[in-house]
């Protein structure tokens, strides 16, 4: 299996970027998918995940209220609106295939 997230860049406090995740191989419909972050010197953090049709979310504390995780099944797809964003936001964003299939990671910054 194979994860390719996209759509990270640079963007101004307060903007809003959407990150995508398009996933080969395997059934993706089978699995839930997450979101990860890792900023520079600190540990891998756990920011949002969604289930196999979509219908339960989970956030971890730096996303909610302002992060929304989705899916579309038809298109292998998963996506991480991400609004209200902070220059605490700015880190390399990993989706995550369980048990153990990671993409290459997106780097969104944020500048103050």
């Known amino acids: 299996v194979q994860l390719q997230a996209s759509g990270g860049g640079l963007v101004q406090a307060g903007g809003s970027l959407r990150l995508s995740c398009v996933v080969s191989?395997?059934?993706?419909?089978?699995?839930?998918i997450g979101w990860f972050r890792q900023s520079p010197g600190k540990e891998r953090e756990f920011v949002a995940a969604?289930?196999?049709?979509?219908?339960?979310?989970k956030y971890g504390d730096s996303a909610k209220g302002r992060l929304t995780v989705s899916r579309d099944n038809a298109k292998n797809l998963a996506s991480l609106q991400m609004n209200s964003l902070k220059p605490d936001d700015t880190a390399v964003y990993y989706c995550?295939?369980?048990?153990?299939?990671w993409g290459q990671g997106t780097l969104v910054t944020v500048s103050s």
């Open positions: 969604i289930n196999w049709n979509g219908n339960r979310t």
């Open positions: 191989g395997g059934r993706f419909s089978d699995f839930a």
């Open positions: 995550h295939r369980p048990p153990n299939a």
